[in-house]
């Protein structure tokens, strides 16, 4: 047995009882971006952002840790489509094409696959269109290029051919983009802005015109939604689901440039910070509510066909949100537990009566292994290379090797994170997290920082246990730094970022 839970047993219970269980040939997965764990009524909330939800809640299984390994998009696809760990496993973005990904798995046995989505980092530049028969990338639809972006274009590549790229990421850092952002800020408009990405309605209606044509022959569909991003900005009803106050569009605009701006030095007084605050809260809630709305619709179409009852159905998220509980909006670079520990919720067809109610489950589990869950769902047995388990045996009762820890990492410098859409020639650093079910460590190699927090005494960490001598502390650093080490060959002599680290701590000969 590997330290990664795999094992034998396991997969031996799964071939003998999973698989006659389950035998439908539909599978429907659900990523909603953005999607924090407290929006669900199960979790705590009482506001009833997504009653609809709520509903499939209670007949489905709940994973009540189930933890992302990144904390953004492109990183945390890598875990959910090809099952490696970002960074550990290998360079996230874009999706090495030789690996085999969870869709090209399921194309090669003749299961038809279909992707749905609308963000820039899950597009074909970075090959997520690999493995599906029908790829809609509806971002590639609603962002033709302007000739503003053209010039940009033109005006950089001048500045590379000089060899003083540098300098025009610097002028347009430094003065073009903060005069932009401030005109912005002030501009009186009451022009709403508006949103990069295809909306819920929209997503929607593509999955279900393409259901329409294909249910009734095995397949495999992927719908992502992309309202709780950034920007918040929900039709008025969904607002007034949520909140009493009246936010017009102009006032949406000052606080999504407000709170991607949020800094003290705005000089506002604490209450209107507060305020503030609350509305962007109610703004986020407001989206997951139209979101909500859409799943219900595309729910009722499932039981319209007849394909509910009978259907595999996964609904998770690529990462949470902040709001503000450590001074940041939106998902920048930490690994905080408001962006790593997101929903899962499984509903699996109806043919045991032990699945027509509510199951919920405190294990582990993490977003590399939905792939090899969903490999089980088809009966196609498991790809070697897949670091993640199926967690059907946990559900069923069958012998499952509970994990002890689970990492999650991404690559950074500064703010920004490591992506193919971005220029690639900036040193990036790692950002990694080990957690337990009680303890979390978090390194982040750029300022060489440590952060240890104690999620069950402390589970909004906010108390830094690093210097306290605690002594789990010890356990969980030399699980990283092995885990490290172990990967050390993946990068190549010229970065050899984790060498570095491992030097650094000078304790190469004793893990
Ligand atoms: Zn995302």
């Not at 659900?30 to 009833?48: H, P, S, V």
């Not at 399921?106 to 696959?113: E, G, N, P, S």
Request: some cysteine; hydrophobic content about 40%; overall charge positive.
């Amino acid at each position: 047995m590997n330290d990664y839970n795999k094992n034998t047993v396991t997969k031996l219970s799964i071939e003998k009882n999973l698989l006659k269980m389950n035998n439908s040939k539909r599978c429907i997965l659900i990523t909603i971006d953005c999607w924090r764990l407290d929006r669900l009524q199960i979790f705590g909330n009482e506001m009833k952002v997504m009653p609809n939800m709520n509903n499939l809640c209670k007949k489905s299984i709940i994973f009540k840790n189930m933890i992302a390994n990144s904390s953004n998009t492109a990183p945390s696809f890598y875990a959910l489509f090809n099952s490696k760990i970002p960074v550990i496993d290998g360079d996230y973005t874009p999706l090495p094409i030789n690996e085999d990904s969870l869709p090209k798995m399921l194309m090669k046995h003749d299961i038809k696959t279909c992707g749905i989505h609308s963000n820039p980092h899950l597009g074909r530049l970075t090959h997520y269109d690999y493995g599906f028969n029908e790829f809609f990338d509806l971002f590639e639809k609603q962002n033709k290029k302007s000739f503003k972006k053209i010039l940009i274009g033109i005006i950089y590549n001048l500045f590379k051919i000089l060899k003083v790229e540098n300098l025009f990421v610097s002028i347009k850092s430094l003065i073009i983009e903060r005069i932009r952002r401030l005109l912005r800020m002030y501009k009186n408009s009451n022009n709403q802005i508006k949103s990069p990405y295809a909306n819920a309605k929209i997503i929607t209606s593509k999955a279900i015109n393409w259901l329409t044509n294909n249910y009734e022959n095995p397949f495999f569909l992927w719908i992502h939604f992309m309202d709780a991003h950034s920007p918040y900005f929900p039709p008025n009803e969904f607002i007034g689901n949520i909140t009493d106050t009246f936010i017009s569009e102009k006032k949406k605009k000052f606080l999504h440039e407000w709170g991607n701006n949020f800094r003290p030095f705005m000089k506002l007084s604490k209450n209107h910070n507060e305020i503030y605050k609350k509305l962007i809260k109610s703004l986020y809630d407001a989206e997951l509510n139209y979101i909500d709305h859409y799943i219900g619709i595309f729910i009722s179409f499932l039981k319209k066909i007849k394909i509910f009852e009978d259907c595999n159905l996964i609904i998770t998220a690529d990462h949470g949100e902040a709001l503000f509980e450590h001074g940041n909006l939106g998902h920048q670079i930490c690994l905080y537990d408001e962006l790593l520990r997101v929903p899962l919720i499984m509903k699996l067809p109806k043919i045991h009566s032990k699945f027509n109610k509510q199951l919920k489950f405190n294990d582990l589990v993490e977003s590399i292994d939905i792939a090899p869950t969903i490999l089980d769902f088809f009966s196609i047995p498991e790809n070697k290379t897949y670091r993640g388990i199926s967690f059907l045996p946990l559900v069923n009762g069958e012998y499952f090797d509970k994990k002890k820890y689970v990492f999650s990492a991404l690559l950074h410098n500064k703010n920004k994170v490591y992506s193919a859409i971005r220029k690639k020639d900036i040193p990036y650093y790692i950002m990694i997290s080990c957690r337990t079910e009680n303890w979390k460590l978090i390194y982040d190699e750029q300022f060489n920082q440590y952060e240890f927090y104690n999620l069950l005494e402390d589970p909004n960490e906010l108390i830094n246990l690093y210097d306290k001598n605690v002594s789990e502390l010890n356990f969980i650093k030399r699980l990283m730094l092995k885990k490290l080490r172990e990967k050390m060959e993946i990068y190549n002599s010229e970065t050899n970022k984790i060498s570095r680290i491992i030097s650094l701590h000078k304790i190469n000969g004793r893990i």
